[in-house]
DNA sequence: CTGCAGGCCCTTA
DNA sequence: TAAGGGCCTGCA
């Protein structure tokens, strides 16, 4: 248990921001991180203040990567504040505790091939079934590659099953090479990931910048194309963000989405 | 009953 | 290389 002082950071705004599909409110208020085979209990006292259910060495082993709190998101919001882009400004205002999250590469591939034509409380349930029976835990290639389709199917992937079977198995077969993927550079484990049935140009960027934490990856989701469209008639130029990008791109959803509500 | 949700695959031209 | 149809499933 230890109490700590985080700037730029809100958990509840990171768990509704669509990244990652294991983060819950508790019925007591708190929110329940699950990663890295661990769950951590986050409550959040005042607008910086964070009481985090772990020792410290867990923290500094696990949650403080996880988190990305190395990174100094108030200079990023700076120097987006000095890019005269009206909408960017709105849009960092709103989301201000918005973080990237560095999650679990084979969580992250799973879960984003899972979320292709899918919507959020969908994919969160989903996921929930799989994990159910491996105590909680998210399933391993080994674990998904065992499952008969008819089992997939059941947890309610439609045809996104034969996908998963896929890349569980070539996991398997040593045909992808997660280790190898992470030494890659962000074009490169595009062009890797995109060789496998299932992963397409935007689920390849999502598993680039959350699993590879290449934050200069752009995943254009319907959301980000709209803003494009209708914000910035069609000419959106990420060169500005160079390193970053992706890191913008989490603000423009999470504004975007909540502008969508209202 | 249709339409659609954080795409992707496959086929055509 | 661009365009269009089909796709599991569940909910409005």
Redesign the pocket.
Known sequence: MMKIIIPDFSIEQIAN???CFRIGKTTEGKWRVQAFGKILEIQQLDEKTFIFDCEIDEYEKVWFEYFDLSRDYGEIKNNIMCCDDDYLIKAILYGYGIRVLKQELWEVIIS??I?????????KAIIERLCKPHNGHFPSPEDLARCSQEEL??A?????AE?ISGVSRAVLDRRFDQDMLKQMGHDESILYL?Q?????????H?ISLYGLHNMGAF?Q???IKRIIDRQYKGNFDISRFQGYAGIIQQYM?FYERFISKT
């Open positions: 921001s669509g990244q984003f091939i979320s292709q034509r899918n919507n959020i409380p969908r994919i199917k059941a309610g992937l439609g045809y996104r996908y995109k496998f049935k299932g992963i397409g140009d935007k689920v390849a999502c995943p989701d319907v959301w959803f």
